[in-house]
């Protein structure tokens, strides 16, 4: 099992940067596949970007169209988003999961397909 604690966000104005992270505990950070998800108040948890056990294949949903960056650092038992050109619609709870079964990321894009979960952490963009 792993517990999941996620950190960065905030408040940013639109067109600013954030760096999410979510530390993970545990030794046996690198055998889980990450994903970052998000979700508004009355809408399902939206897939955001996933990342391989190793950090060397990694998916992203179409939405970032290359503003979003999913990085991982086993050593610090780490995943992080790094958010850029951010926009008001970006706004919503940001969440990390982690799915301990399988590495084929580009198939793990929804919220069934983790077994564990961060807290969320509330990114809000202003206009």
């Known amino acids: 099992q792993v517990q999941l604690v996620e950190s960065g966000g905030g408040l940013v104005q639109a067109g600013g940067s954030l760096r999410l992270s979510c530390t993970a505990s545990?030794?046996?950070?690198?055998?889980?596949?990450m994903a970052w998800f998000r979700q508004v108040p009355g809408k399902e948890r939206e897939f955001v970007a996933a990342?391989?056990?190793?950090?060397?294949?990694?998916h992203y949903t179409n939405f970032e169209k290359g503003r979003f960056t999913i990085s991982r650092d086993n050593a610090k038992n780490t995943v992080y988003l790094q958010m850029n050109s951010l926009k008001p619609e970006d706004t919503a709870v940001y969440y990390c999961?982690?799915?301990?079964?399988?590495?084929?990321?580009?198939?793990?894009?929804?919220?069934?397909?983790?077994?564990?979960w961060g807290q969320g952490t509330q990114v809000t963009v202003s206009s």
């Open positions: 545990g030794r046996t950070f690198s055998s889980y596949a």
């Open positions: 999961a982690a799915n301990p079964t399988s590495d084929t990321i580009m198939v793990l894009t929804t919220a069934r397909d983790y077994d564990y």
């Open positions: 990342i391989s056990r190793r950090g060397i294949s990694t």
